[in-house]
């Protein structure tokens, strides 16, 4: 059999109170965070804890993912990046490396593949995906402590701090808004927060996430544009396509 679950990340402020989430059904999923992280990083955790959770399942996995940031760390660059010691082509240090290490040993033996989601597009596991992760992050930011979720199997989630996880140490646990009111305002926050424009190194916040597909156009600095360009010549591709991966 294979089981199809959702990963998601949210960072109100990107970095700022940060959350993550992993679903596969209303009785099978997990949210959790930290004070301060990033999206990316809340994207990573959230595939790294889906791993850790089916561990022990004999089932092949799907992972649905909006971020093409985490799909193409995983499926396309990682190989690259463990060859040259954890570097980019740059020589620069990986970003999120222990995260990125902890699912490369994760996925050690299990038949597990990924798939893009169009985020904010009505897909269900995504949508809820959505919700909790944003929930948790809208907790970290009030100053609450996430409620715990079911996990997988009913199951609660243990205390036990996740080996290979962000600065912050992330906390174990779920959030979802339990009322409209705080659901519009965590929602709301999703869509004000800024975009990571992840490279070199760093992460740049260009501009807010839109309501609804739109044509976007962008003023980069020509130290940016020089960047964005080196990282599309060490990719092979325009830069258009590189800045649409990053988004």
Known sequence: MTITAAADGSALGNPGPM????YIDDDRWAAGGSPHGTNNQGELQAVLELLRATAGIDDDLVVECDSRYVIDAVTKWMPG??????R??????????????GIDD???????????????SGHPLNEAADRRANGAAQAFQRGDEPQRGPGLGGAGLDEADP?????????????APTQETSENTARAASRSAAIAL???????????????????????????????RARAAA????????????I
């Open 88 to 101: 980019k082509a740059d020589g620069k240090p990986v970003m999120n490396r222990e995260l990125l290490q």
């Open 106 to 120: 994760a996925l050690h033996g299990r038949t597990v593949s990924f798939s893009w989601i169009k985020g904010h």
């Open 235 to 246: 990719e092979g591709v325009s830069a258009e396509e590189a800045l649409r991966r990053l």
């Open 19 to 22: 959350g993550w989430a992993w």
């Open 163 to 175: 080996a290979g996880g962000p600065t912050d140490a992330p906390v174990r646990g779920t959030s």
């Open 81 to 86: 990046w463990k060859r040259k010691g954890w």
């Open 198 to 228: 992840w490279e070199a190194g760093e992460e740049l916040a260009l501009f807010a996430e839109p309501e609804v597909p739109v044509e976007l156009r962008l003023s980069l600095t020509p130290d940016e544009h020089a960047r964005l």
